[in-house]
């Protein structure tokens, strides 16, 4: 089946700095995948759809210059959270559109998530 | 507002009971609903699908139903096992979008 890679998967970094998270579709290419922000307890918070070649749509609220994304290929999209902060330390998780065989619905593959700590 | 939720934060339940977790959802028209699990510290894993003309679907222990005029969907697992445990996320699915509700932790007791 389909398998989406994310790394790192917990990241630690001093305030300040930039952290890269990559997103890989392993067997499958991914025109579209999705980053997700998600904090203890709380549901999944859809931050923006990246496109393969072109620039990610962002959700309301989430600062394009803070969280870059850039999906440069079609089995990778990287999230660079720049200048991270305390507030910015979260749980983040990318995902890939692919086709559910049974249904020949659009369903989601997440990859494992990143725990990124901002001291 | 767009709204997903999910009937309670947690829900703990006997072994070998039915568990019946709720989806409500408000201002979505939704082509599908869709049922995700997610243990501690990874990404979620779809699990069902239904369509928005479907009533009922079922595969193994699950079952999930969609009342389009209610904007709900029920997510049944019957004869639970401890190995259940995990929090379960009901997400719409709008054209190319994905949103999630506030999910279910699950506890099956032995």
């Known amino acids: 089946g389909a398998v989406v890679s994310q790394h790192p998967s917990r990241v630690i970094c001093k305030s300040g700095t930039s952290v890269k998270i990559e997103c890989r579709s392993l067997d499958f290419q991914a025109t579209t995948m999705f980053w997700y922000r998600q904090f203890p307890k709380q549901s999944l918070m859809l931050m923006a759809t990246s496109n393969e070649g072109s620039k990610a749509t962002y959700e309301q609220g989430v600062e394009k210059d803070k969280f870059l994304i850039n999906h440069a290929s079609l089995t990778l999209s990287t999230l660079t959270v720049t200048s991270a902060h305390p507030e910015d330390s979260s749980f983040y998780i990318c995902s890939a559109r692919g086709l559910d065989s049974s249904s020949g619905a659009n369903v989601l593959t997440f990859g494992a998530g990143s725990r990124l700590t901002v001291l | 507002s767009q709204k997903i939720e999910q009937n309670s934060e947690a829900l703990n339940i006997q072994e070998g009971k039915t568990a019946t977790l709720t989806c409500n959802y408000t201002?979505?028209?939704?082509?599908?609903l869709q049922w995700y699990r997610q243990d501690p510290g990874r990404g979620p894993v779809f699990l069902l699908l239904?369509?928005?003309?479907?009533k009922e679907k079922r595969k193994e222990r699950l079952k999930v139903t969609f009342d389009t005029t209610l904007k709900q969907s029920l997510f049944h697992i019957t004869a639970s096992q401890p190995a259940d445990s995990a929090t379960y996320l009901c997400?719409?699915?709008?054209?190319?979008?994905?949103?999630f509700g506030t999910g279910t932790s699950l506890t099956v007791i032995p």
């Open positions: 239904i369509r928005e003309n479907e």
């Open positions: 997400a719409v699915n709008t054209g190319n979008q994905f949103y």
């Open positions: 201002n979505y028209s939704p082509a599908y």
